[in-house]
């Protein structure tokens, strides 16, 4: 039947090309089709913070508020930014001026509008109050926050009596009295702790209160507005270094009297946390008139452990009643109390409650945020991941729920903030799996059958329509069964070992009590890693007191493991942790093995050489030999193995067998007879199974010679226009092939100046000295002499140089000259044939870029169409046979390393796809049906991959969804995925992907959507290069036997399928359109024969190589490997593999060198072997056509240039590169002013040096540079 592709219901804002949002859509009226799940976390944004750390963020209404450095941003909900906020946009980033650190961020709402107080460490801890959404500033207080970088605040907005007051507590001084620039509080400032001050003037006073302390700096982590009293958590500044760490207290303000304004301190209550000293981050959890505070808590001590961090959560209103009055901040007594939550990186924390349960969301320092929900009595379930970070990265201690959307978090991290979806709902595969998980955030949507968020199901606002674990039926809910005890229960006293690898363990070893008398024993294995344990069968029961598991790998992390017997409930659990380091801790050169024996009255010992540590998995083997010199007797009942790195001895059995000669000869006669017998059955085993393998193998060698000699490929000729990127996006991309952030630096506006005159000046007289010939050139070398001026500096250097003079390539030319003929001088006196090989200086890389401005129009009206059609060629070849999802290998592939030779077995399938209707496509056709060539090996993700396609080349144009916004289902039956109910599960674990031929097979359950791992396969197995076939279930155990080289043909019938539209390329570069070569050509190819005639070079071979570096191998062959310089697609590996050896064929044919290969030579070598040579002759014709051609006169290269020039006009901002020229002017001045004074006629230059260093070190102190 026919097969449909739909959008997502719901299907998620997507942001159109002017930046703003869609109006949502209601879900397409097709019942016969399940709709696609949404994976969580595509829908959510993400924003950078340029040159800063993220130091605050908040949320306001309708927006996100991020400060760091000497910046603000205020973003949309899918952070999208809305405004840089004024006056802080003066330098060129947020990390100017240095040092500068943004301490408070306190949004709130007044009657007449919003208003943001931002606090800053500049001005002795300055306070900004904007009027909201205007940002006009009212005015600006200094000495409120904290001016120190390290030093803390903490501040909240509260409204008593009408007014608006604002409750800050603050380091003010680190304890030292020196001083620090910039950073000088007054003398009634240094011990102040928390004030109180009204939002209109911000000036502290006695009235409203103002608290001292009268020890030592204290560290405050967070303020608070609850029930009409502040809350401040703190610590006590020497914590930090761990000398005599105290417990961290909450100290409790209220007010004096209901009709006064002032406040006093209540009193402090401690804050125990199985007495950790410091808190990390702190959150405050509301619901009606409760309320609870939840902080994460720290050791003091530096070495990270598993329990270094906690959580803990305290009751507001005990907290307030049990506050002890107290006139300053003073220690009371300390008892450790037991913390809801132990998990080791902690660093940030945030509540919410969602259907009567407290939802903890927990940031970590490596990077990952976990979601913890917690029961009536305040016990945690284990956290699950909702997401990680791939740099592992510190979450920043603040999170924040999106104000608009509460189904997304806000997740910070160095400088970039994430929005993240709350929940992963779609990992639950079944009603009961969805209902037994209680996140309250997920339900199952009975109209879609699967487990989603509230919003994203159809009808959820019937009782019917979606529940979740608040009123799901008792029957999908997990029972507990009690029984009464028979015997004693089991017990778990130790585990060995406690620190095991990721890769698993292949045996431990559990210690307790009572094992002999328990059946059906299991071990609940259960980690942070999900809400599903893991039920492991015991291996082997020692003894009542020992026995052994083996554990599954999984990722690093502490795991909880109890004993389950009988039916009963789980043993008091033990932390077993899985260590990320996989290797042994041990090496062969750290052990030492002895052997000690008794000879007589005499102890010997005999030393062993440690060969190796196994390999095997469970790491518990070590190989040892020795070479005992003499002959005497052991008596093995005296000998002891000794293993010095360890406490480790044990004592050998020697068992001795008495043989009766009487039973030796009938024993012998048996023996005989079944070896002969299994050794017949064993033969004729061995001739079927070779016979098998000979079929085979001639099968696949016949099926191969046949496809080769008959294999056509229908190259596509309409394939729509040609995306080329326009020339600024393909100027950068060759400019700067490694640094991607160049693209918005050169095309944005320059800030405004108020004396314009001033800076046209400083910027003119710079671009006045560069156009200066011999100061440029000497720059040039007196950079190039420094030892510091890397590589890299001399690229950059060349690439800025070239966009400052974009405009005047006619100069740029002439530069060239000078420093090519300078690059010569130095290359001829060892070796000429070296010349232009690398680019390792400013002038190799100025030839680059040259060439690529020059040759731009011609890369684009000649070469650009063949060279396209050569990439949708490749892919089509590729995707026609199979592709393995995972690694990306093909059974058709030019690249030996991408080669998929272990499946071969596949059939085409023609499927009839109906693409609807998008609804906010008016104009397009209510419905499409189109014929789709698939691959029965083709996953679903696959076949949504081909359709689109087929979209694209019936209609010219795309479909209008990405691929995760569409789903595949056949008509009246379900929707289809890569991974659900009904995949296959192999050995180990692995999942296998469905096919299109899988679903031909089975349709049972409800399908899920999850992110592929190691834990999942395609077509051939994770990591494995073992002959294994896991194409389909009938060979479940077995494997087929296949050798790589048998498919090194599918290399060949790929070459032969393309090789018409490879030369066609080859031959629209290295030939002459119209009998003319491109003006930039023909002049550097002249220029290098003229110089080779003037050094009196007579080896045509010289010249030949210098042309062959200057354009092949330094312009064409990067352009081969990267099309995505010159067109707007994304370069897969697998592509890119097959360029290189396209690229490499293309090389060979420019070299002198004499091809010699061999039968060992490599696959990508003796593809193009045989064209080689007649490729070489073509480029020899072709050098020799552009050397015969008539002489180009200066005219009109001067005229090729400068029309070149106005082409580009206006592409780049050239003050940009001008500034970038100028820091390397400015890093090496005295260098260059002493290079200057020894040269004649410089003297003006000289002058004009310094001029323009004057101009920019007075704008510098205006932050314009």
Known sequence: GPWVVRPCSPRPQREDRNGSLPASTAPLPCPAVAEAPC????????????????????????????????????????????????PLAEGSGCGEPPGVRSKLLLPYEEPGGGVLL?????????????????????????????????????????????????????TYSAGRREAREGCEPSESDQTTAITVRPTDSLLPSEELGIIKYHVEPLHFVDALWWGGHLFFPYYRWKAKSGTDPEPPSMAVLHQLQPSERGFSLRGQVYLDCGCRSLIVSSSLVRQGAKGWWVGVFNHSHSTKTWNATAVCIFGMEEMREQACASTHFAVNENHCKSPTLIHSGLAAVYGTVVLNQIVLFLGTDDGQLLKAILNEDMESNCPEVLYEIKEETSIFPKLRLDPVDNNYIYLSSANKVRRIPVANCSRYVSEQECLSAKDPYCGWCSLNRRCTLKENCTRSNSTKGWYNISHAPDKDLKILLSFPEKNKHIKIHSIEPLWISTLGKSEITVKGENFTRASDIKLILTGISGCKPDIIKVRNVLNDTQMTFALPPTRKEAKSVCIQADGRRCSPAITLHYKENDNLNISKTEVEVYLSYMNGTQTKKVWFNVQNITKKPDRSTILCKFKREGTDKIDFSTVKVFVSRFP???????????????????????????????????????????????????????????????????????????????????????????????????????????????????????????????????????????????????????????????????????????????????????????????????????????????????????????????????????????????????????????????????????????????????????????????????????TKEKSLQAFLNKNGFLYGLQMDEIGLGKCVTRELLDIDGTSEVLEDGIRKLNTIGHYEVSMKTIPMSVDYSDEHCHLILPDSEANKDVKGAGHKGKQKFKVKEMYLTKLLSTKVAIHSVVENLFRSIWSLPNNKAPVAIKYFFDFLDAQAESKKITDPDVVHIWKTNSL???????????????????????????????????????????????????????????????????????????????????????????????????????????????????????????????????????KQLQQVKALFDEKKKCKWI
Request: glycine share 6%; net charge negative; charged share 25%.
């Open 648 to 942: 480790f001895c044990c004592n050998l059995t020697l068992s001795v067998l008495k043989f009766h000669y009487s039973f030796f000869f009938p024993s012998f006669l048996v023996a005989f007879i079944v070896t002969r017998y299994k050794s017949k059955e064993l033969t004729r085993k061995q001739s079927q199974q070779l016979e098998l393998l000979e079929y085979e193998i001639r099968k696949e060698i016949r099926e191969g010679f046949a496809e080769l000699q008959m294999d056509e490929l229908d190259v596509v000729d309409s394939f729509g226009t040609v995306p080329f990127l326009d020339y600024k996006h393909f100027a950068i991309r060759t400019f700067f092939p490694e640094s991607g952030g160049f693209a918005s630096i050169f095309s944005e506006d320059m800030p405004q100046s108020r004396d314009q005159t001033r800076k046209d000046e400083s910027f003119n007289m710079l671009h006045a000295l560069i156009c200066n010939k011999n100061f440029l050139v000497t720059l040039i070398h007196t950079l190039e002499k420094q030892k510091n001026f890397s590589v890299t500096d001399r690229c950059l250097f060349a690439s800025f140089l070239t966009i400052a003079l974009q405009t005047k390539l006619v100069y740029l030319t002439q530069i060239l000259e000078v420093l090519t003929k300078d690059l010569m001088e130095q290359s001829s006196n060892v070796q000429p044939k070296l010349l232009l090989r690398r680019t390792e200086s400013v002038v190799e890389k100025l030839l680059t870029n040259w060439m690529s401005v020059c040759l731009s129009g011609f890369l684009r009206e000649t070469i650009g169409e063949p060279f396209y059609l050569l990439v949708t060629t490749l892919n089509q070849r590729i995707n026609k046979g199979p592709v393995d999802a995972i690694t990306c290998k093909a059974l058709y592939t030019l690249n030996e390393d991408w080669l998929l030779w272990q499946v071969s077995e596949f059939k085409t399938v023609t499927l009839n796809v109906i693409f609807e209707k998008i609804p906010e496509n008016e104009s397009g056709d209510a419905c499409q049906t189109i014929q789709v060539n698939v691959l029965d090996c083709d996953t679903i993700g696959q």
């Open 118 to 170: 931002a606090g800053w460490t500049r001005a002795s801890g300055s306070c900004e109050v904007w009027e909201r959404p205007a940002y006009r500033q009212r005015f600006n207080r200094t000495e409120v926050v904290s001016c120190l970088p390290g030093g803390s605040t903490a501040g909240v907005v509260f409204q008593q009596a009408g007014a608006w007051y604002l409750a800050v507590a603050a």
């Open 39 to 86: 994976p969580p976390g595509r829908a959510g944004g993400s924003f950078e913070l340029p040159g800063a750390p993220i130091d605050n963020i908040e949320v306001s209404g309708g927006g996100v508020l991020v400060a760091g450095g000497s910046c603000l941003y205020e973003l949309l909900p899918e952070l999208r930014p809305r405004r840089r906020v004024p």
């Open 1112 to 1246: 092949p191998l330094r312009f064409w062959v990067n352009i081969l490997k990267n099309p995505q310089f010159v067109f707007d697609i994304k370069k897969t590996s697998h592509i890119d593999g097959c360029l290189s050896v396209i690229a490499q064929a293309f090389m060979d044919a420019f070299s002198l060198a004499e091809q010699t290969m061999g039968k060992e030579a490599p696959t990508n070598k003796l593809l193009y072997a045989k064209d080689i040579p007649l490729y070489k002759k073509e480029v020899k014709a072709y050098y020799k056509a552009i050397r015969d051609l008539p002489q180009l006169t200066t005219s009109e290269v001067d005229e090729f240039l400068t029309q070149e020039s106005k082409k580009h006009e206006n592409e780049f901002n050239e003050e940009v590169a001008l500034i970038e020229i100028y820091k390397y002017i400015v890093k090496y001045y005295d260098e260059i002013v002493s290079k200057l004074e020894r040269e004649r006629g410089f003297e003006e230059v000289q």
